[in-house]
């Protein structure tokens, strides 16, 4: 079975490979997903923004259906394009008769002012010279009734972003100029929305500037409903005003990335001496700024309302400063409108970690990566900025980059689908929403809208997700809800594939619905509320040496596994199992956890469950073992009744192992170094198969030690989750003192945290682990196990209360006592929150009074904000505080006083005491200590007495 | 004037001549003729596609086990990517259904030559995507500059040990998207369809040919058919498979849902494998009825007749309130069709369930067969445009096997309609109107001149329509619904319209101050 393991775990190597290099690979000559579409459309939609113009597509009558269908779709308008329709003669024999009939045919029925003739692939490929024909067309008689426009737009030579540019500067070059000087201003925009070009128009108009604008497609794509229909764009440039346009002040083209031979202001410049500014989109706050300042310097009246904008959309920056923060974007379309967009995110302090674009634009990626290493704050982290991409770059850069966001097209729904991201629409094409053509970016309102839109998306993210999240994090360990175990090794092959959204991936049920009866307190934190367990300290040889492991008998100031008061033989088990379960009716399980290892002495911890069996037939059985030898006994532990089992794994790699593992006891001889731990490993693995096999619920507990597994535990939970484990738990090394590992730094909550979420990719894990004493009874949050250890011990020895006596000569100490139940020193001195205030001469003991300290709240073992609860952290000086209130006594008794209060109480003269006990013998032994002189002020060895 | 002519003199002399033959008035005693895939005016606003957009776009772009690839400059691939909302779903995680794979050409490819890149292009694309099969789809310059794709895809398949098949469907070729379809079919018979000998088959084995599973239909259908008993081998090509379709030659029986673009496969495998066919209809009530008990008759079985007859009335015992409520509210509309090559049939016969009349109709590439049934088939003449389509010549297969009896084949024939088509035509009312290739222009003269309540047709003319104050239904795509066959379909369908017709916006269309006195003042 440990040949299973292997390969198992093999597959999960090779299986990381592909995905490392399906995420690294870029891709050269398949384009997967497009990001980018032909340049006819871009002709055919700029054309769209020309009054009574008719666009004709000279080619295979697919492309005209095609961009029909797009344009249709995004615009919610009608898109009328006519097409010469060729067939496979006119591919052969040329398309010019094609033409012309089409032109005829057009003109007769539409009766258009201009008609735009743009080429496809096809016309292209077989060398069709438009231009001449469209000469010899118009030197036919009788002449046409309609201006004609020509330009060449091969599907293969760039994107509708050029195809828009290539439209626009076929206009300013054909249709013949009138030279006359106007005080009118040129504005040529890139593709935008007719709902921005509408607020361009009324903002130039508010601005009281005489203007013609190119292309203006408010209208014709985003017309008003009317029963009456045009089958002609009634609106939009007219020829008339595109002559006046040679004789403007200035061409403003709101476009940083045109191509220059392209560019209708560079021809205006040239050939007729019109200035010509180019500027960013005014969209975000510089760049309407920049965008204002100029038209102001050209003469333009700011008016109040326009600065009001202003000041309405700082205070939206303002409003979700908080949320933009959060953001991680990749945004994705047009060169323009991304360059625009990033410096929007940038200035609104949202990350922009990937900026894409499917069109190749000089000088984008230098633009774009200058403003975000210039602009961006580096606790963002990486970006990349790609031209020339498709949705598979995007893909893998925004999950190198860790995004939440996106921001782009509606192409961008499939990976927001996949990915789970949240996916603003802002951008052509949209087909799986409405209102494409209603999209808002441009001008301060347009940047609300579009900043309203991303915060709105990540915020309604966190809210949908927000309690999840915390579930996860919080109740992970409730599996019997948790039904399903995401991510198996189906799905890591399908994610590899692309094939399988991360969302949606195929679940395998891990469990079938648990009743109530199975549940356990150790795994699930709902059940370790209200049932009680009860650990029986049967079984006192351990077969292997773990080197962070010390075991001794009973030390009662520390909780942990292998620490117990005294070993019980099967049958003194079972007593104490009746006197626990009289006191707590809610006892659930009972479970044999040591103190050393539950298998090496099988004969015990078998015996103990059969005793117990026997008195009651419900109780749950559970085991925690190192796994070396309990293969064997599985199918015996099951009959009797076993259903839960938690094996310690602490790595499953035995190079790793060798340096937890000291040695491993095997069949009578022991094996030390990679081989003891290339043993150990095996078996485990075979016994966790086995288990799960047999049907038992089974927990692999991980103690993560510094700088030895914590990297790889993942891949520990990986293995096993493979196997079939159902849950994980993460442990904190406690670190001890004499052991080869004591010298390790016990690792922060928060790096526990860390691994367990990452190890929870693969394997639930609980996080309420109490790392239990193997004598532990009652509810993990409320150890008992002292009230019933053996009466004889512990009990103060009358020579010693005689010797203290005389010792102190009647002298009385003072002592604080740290208690929560009112009865055991139970507290951590930074937990109190009352003090008992004992009088005692080392024989007899009085309660003086009680010190209430304002509540500490916070979680009770590390102090942290209990973020379940909703408790409010520990104040500051709050040690100080409870240091004050017992300045008075002589000493401290308490579960644990860390070294901070210690020190402090040190200064005063306090000794402090670490003791768990029963308050008045802790208070004793303490005032013993003080009246002999062998107190030296601190003592954190073990006080107990007996 | 009539009608016809109203709409005719609009026309210049030449397209008029070539306009007329394609509209004709119903006269239900007659045997009258429609002029039909013939090529297109150019210049006015056809709403056809092209030969890629046949072969790609409908039959083989479905195939979900299958990476497509567009061999192309981008437009046309990005242009087919999830436009038809061919459903799919798949059990083993491997489903190219959501993507687009095009060699995206650019200028240096056309210059010095494609068949590079997409040699490239495939091994990355297996290399990643690891499909078992590849299938490349040419658009127009790869024809005109010359890769040779087929050669190609043969050199893929001897190196990646995959299935590899080409597709010379050059958007130039023949008339319309008929031609693609034609072309998918004849690539699918000479590859695909006989591939599989070991699989096993299940009792009373159909194949679904021509159902592209748009917004589910074909997974009601499937749901109907395998409820009554029946094996459904394989699908052509909705929610379809390679996989399947290698085993189809080995079923009983071919369904045939959409003529137009899958009856090149019908015949072929009929040819060489003797798999018998049977047009059904699985849109509307009573045809779907209809076709349920022709196939029950076809395998004769009793206890296959039962059960249909079992099935039939659990189904509509479970939709009767819901139609007759429905039924209620749209007797007496009248709808006009304009779809792509069976649609406009099809639908006919569900509207006619819920009480609506059809005063139009129209197919954007059909043949003459499938307005005037396959008998008039040897009666159309080839022109240059169909013979640059490729008819493959099909020799019996060694493992052709004939299930009827001579008799019974002859008796089926007769009782059922085996192998037969009556067409669209045959099915209207007197009076109604039938247009071929309908464009934009006659869209609109037609709705001013019939009045029709429901237009349905494509997003291309969706938005003339609705501007009209009319409602529009996309038969393409349904608007985002569906499934709108078999029984549950029926529902939604007629749910739809009622929605659509009832919308309240169309009563708000003229402002209070623009309306007579006297309404305001009632």
């Known amino acids: 079975m440990s040949l299973e393991w292997v390969t198992s775990s093999k597959n999960l190597r090779s299986f990381e490979n592909k995905i490392k290099k399906y995420i690294m690979t870029k891709l050269s000559n398949i384009c997967a997903n497009p990001c980018k579409m032909c340049q006819p459309l871009g002709a055919i939609t700029a054309f769209y923004g020309l009054k009574k113009c008719m666009s004709l597509l000279h080619g295979s009558q697919g492309c005209s259906t095609y961009i029909r269908r797009h344009l249709a779709t995004h615009y919610n308008e009608p898109v009328d394009v006519a097409s010469s329709s060729l067939s496979e003669e006119g591919a052969v024999f040329g398309g010019e008769k094609n033409l012309f009939k089409g032109l005829d045919n057009l003109i007769k029925l539409y009766s258009p002012d201009i008609v735009a003739v743009s080429t496809t692939c096809l016309a292209e490929t077989i060398g069709e010279d438009v231009g001449a024909m469209i000469k010899r067309y118009l030197e036919r008689a009788p002449k046409p009734a309609a201006e004609v426009i020509s330009l060449s737009t091969p599907g293969y030579g760039g994107t509708q972003f050029e195809g828009w540019f290539r439209a626009l500067r076929a206009v300013v070059e054909q249709v013949p100029m009138k030279k006359v000087s106007l005080d009118s201003i040129n504005v040529v925009t890139g593709p935008i929305s007719p709902a921005d070009a509408r607020e361009l128009k009324k903002t130039l108009s508010a601005l009281k500037l005489n203007y013609i604008l190119l292309p203006d497609i408010s209208y014709n794509l985003d017309g008003p409903f009317s029963l009456e229909y045009n089958r002609l764009p009634q609106e939009g440039t007219s020829i008339e005003q595109i002559s006046q346009m040679a004789g403007a002040r200035v061409t403003l083209e709101l476009s940083p990335f045109c191509p220059d031979n392209l560019s209708p202001g560079l021809f205006l410049r040239d050939n007729y001496g019109v200035d010509l500014i180019r500027l960013n989109l005014p969209i975000g706050l510089r760049d309407t700024d920049i965008f204002l300042k100029t038209l102001k310097d050209l003469g333009a009246v700011i008016g109040d309302d326009i600065i009001q904008e202003r000041g309405r959309y700082l205070d939206a920056m303002l409003d979700s400063h908080k949320y933009s923060a959060q953001g991680r974007a990749a945004l994705f379309g047009e060169p323009d409108l991304v360059y625009s967009l990033s410096r929007l995110c940038v200035e609104n302090g949202l990350a922009t970690i990937v900026a894409a674009t499917g069109s190749i634009a000089k000088e984008f990626k230098e633009r774009v990566e200058n403003e975000l290493q210039q602009n961006q704050s580096p606790l963002a982290g990486p970006f990349s900025v790609l031209d020339g991409s498709d949705f598979t770059d995007i893909e893998r850069e925004a999950v190198k980059g860790e995004v939440n966001l996106l921001v782009g097209n509606g192409d961008g729904r499939r990976l927001a689908q996949k990915r789970g991201w949240p996916l603003v629409r802002c951008a052509f094409p949209i087909h799986d929403h409405v209102g494409g053509q209603r999209i808002k970016n441009l001008f301060y309102e347009g940047s609300i809208s579009l900043l309203d839109h991303m915060v709105n998306s990540l915020c309604s993210n966190l809210e949908s997700s927000f309690r999840k999240d915390l579930k996860n994090q919080y109740f992970r360990s409730n599996f019997g809800q948790d039904k399903v175990l995401e991510l198996d090794l189906e799905d890591l092959e399908n994610n590899i594939n692309g094939m399988a959204p991360a969302s949606k991936s195929i679940q395998r049920p891990i469990r079938e619905y648990v009743p109530k009866k199975l549940a356990h307190p150790c795994f699930s934190l709902e059940a370790s509320h209200s049932l009680a367990r009860l650990h029986l300290p049967v079984a006192p040889d351990c077969n292997i040496g773990c080197l962070y492991c010390l075991r001794r008998y009973d030390c009662a100031n520390e909780s942990r596994p292998g620490v117990t008061s005294a070993v019980l033989n099967p049958e003194e088990a079972l007593e104490r199992f009746l006197i626990v379960k009289k006191k707590f009716p809610n006892l659930s399980v009972v479970g044999v956890a040591g103190p050393g290892e539950a298998m090496a002495s099988p004969e015990k911890t078998l015996e103990t469950f059969r005793l117990i069996r026997k008195s009651d037939s419900d109780i749950l059985f559970c085991l925690s073992s190192n796994g070396l030898a309990l293969a064997p006994y599985l199918r015996d532990l099951k009959d009797l009744g076993l259903s839960h089992l938690t094996l310690t794994v602490n790595a499953v790699d035995p190079k790793i192992g060798q340096k937890i593992y000291g040695h491993v006891d095997y069949y009578s001889k022991r094996y030390r170094g990679l081989e003891a731990a290339s043993i150990i490993l095996a078996n485990q693995m075979t016994a966790l198969k086995m288990a799960v096999d047999l049907g038992l619920i089974v927990k692999i507990n991980t103690v993560l030690i510094e700088g030895l597994n914590e990297e790889h535990s993942e891949q520990t939970a990986k293995t096993c989750a493979a196997l079939g484990a159902s849950i994980g738990n993460i442990m904190q090394h406690i670190p001890v003192k004499g052991t080869l590992l004591g010298e390790k730094r016990k690792l922060s909550r928060a790096e526990l945290q860390k691994t367990s979420e990452k190890c929870a990719l693969y394997l639930p894990q609980i996080r309420h682990c109490r790392q239990c004493r193997a004598d532990a009874a009652g509810l993990l949050s409320d150890d008992r196990s002292i009230d019933f250890t053996k009466p004889e011990e512990g009990l103060m020895d009358i020579a010693a209360k005689v010797e203290n006596l005389a010792a102190g000569g009647g002298r009385q100490v003072k002592i604080a006592a740290v208690s929560k139940s009112g009865v055991l020193v139970d507290q951590h001195f930074g937990q109190a929150e009352r003090f008992y205030i004992y009088l005692s001469d080392g024989n007899e003991v009085r309660l003086l009074e009680t010190r209430n300290v304002a509540s500490a709240g916070g979680c009770s073992r590390c102090g942290k904000p209990d973020t379940i609860g909703g408790g409010e952290a520990r104040p500051k000086g709050f040690i100080d505080k409870l240091v004050k209130a017992v300045s008075d006594c002589e000493a401290v008794v308490a579960v644990r006083v860390g070294e901070s209060p210690q020190s402090k109480l040190a200064a005063l003269g306090i000794a402090s005491f670490a003791t768990y006990e029963s308050m008045e013998r802790a208070v004793l032994a303490a005032a013993g200590k003080i009246l002999t002189g062998k107190s030296q002020q601190t003592d954190s060895s073990n006080l107990a007495v007996g | ?522």
């Open chain 2, 1 to 522: 004037m009539d009608i016809k002519s109203a709409i005719l003199s609009k026309y210049n002399a030449k397209v008029f001549k070539s306009r007329k033959d394609h509209i004709l008035e119903i006269e239900a005693d007659q045997t009258q003729s429609i002029a039909a895939n013939t090529r297109a005016i150019p210049g006015i606003m056809t709403n056809r596609g092209c030969c890629y957009a046949g072969c790609k776009g409908v039959v083989v772009g479905p195939l979900k086990d299958t990476c497509v690839i567009t061999h192309g400059p981008i437009g046309c691939g990005f242009y087919t990517w999830g436009t038809r909302r061919n459903k799919a779903k798949s059990a083993d995680g491997r489903n190219f259904i959501q993507y687009c794979f095009s060699t995206d050409m650019q200028e240096p490819d056309i210059v010095f030559g494609g068949d590079k890149k997409l040699k490239a292009a495939i091994d990355e694309a297996v290399e990643i995507f690891k499909p078992k099969h590849v299938m490349i789809c040419s658009t127009c310059p790869v024809g005109l500059i010359g890769d040779d794709i087929h050669a190609v895809a043969a050199a893929a398949e001897k190196e990646h040990g995959i299935t590899c098949l080409a597709f010379s469907c050059e958007g130039y070729k023949g008339v319309s998207q008929s031609g693609g379809h034609h072309i998918a079919n004849n690539g699918l018979m000479k590859k695909i369809i006989g591939a599989d000998d070991q699989s096993p088959i299940g009792q009373y084995s159909v194949n679904l040919l021509g159902e592209y599973n748009i917004g589910g239909d074909g997974w009601e259908t499937e749901r109907i058919l395998k409820k009554i008993g029946y094996h459904v081998v394989s699908v052509f090509t909705g929610d379809g498979s390679v996989e399947d379709i290698s085993k189809s030659h080995r079923a009983d029986l071919n369904l045939v849902q959409c003529h137009r673009s899958i009856n090149y496969v019908a015949e072929m495998m009929l040819q060489a494998y003797g798999t018998n066919w049977l047009k059904v209809n699985f849109v509307g009530l009573k045809a779907t009825i209809e076709s349920l008990r022709n196939l029950a008759e076809f395998f004769g079985a009793s206890e296959l007749k039962d059960r249909t007859e079992e099935v039939i009335s659990e189904e509509m015992a479970l939709i009767e309130e819901d139609i007759a409520r429905y039924r209620q509210r749209l007797t007496g509309r009248k709808a006009a069709l304009f779809v792509g090559g069976s649609r406009s049939h099809h639908y006919q016969e569900l509207l006619s369930d819920l009480g609506v009349e059809t005063v139009l109709a129209g197919y954007e590439f059909a043949h003459r067969d499938d307005y005037e049934g396959r008998e008039i088939i040897n009666q159309i003449k080839e022109d240059a445009d169909s013979k640059n389509i490729e008819s493959l010549v099909i020799e019996k297969d060694k493992r052709y096997r004939a299930i009827l009896t001579p008799e019974r084949y002859e008796e089926l024939k007769k009782s059922i309609g085996l192998e037969q088509y009556s067409g669209l035509m045959r099915q209207m009312k007197d009076g109604a109107w039938v247009v071929d290739d309908l464009n934009h222009f006659e869209t609109e003269e037609f709705v001013k001149l019939l009045k029709p309540d429901i237009f349905f047709s494509g997003i291309k003319d969706k938005f003339i329509i609705q501007k009209s104050g009319l409602l529009s239904r996309q038969l393409h795509s349904y608007d985002y619904s569906g499934p709108y066959s078999g029984f549950k379909g029926a529902v939604i369908f007629a749910r739809d319209l009622v929605m659509g017709l009832e919308a309240p916006a169309w009563k708000l269309v003229t402002p209070p101050w623009k309306k007579k006195k006297e309404l305001l003042d009632a």
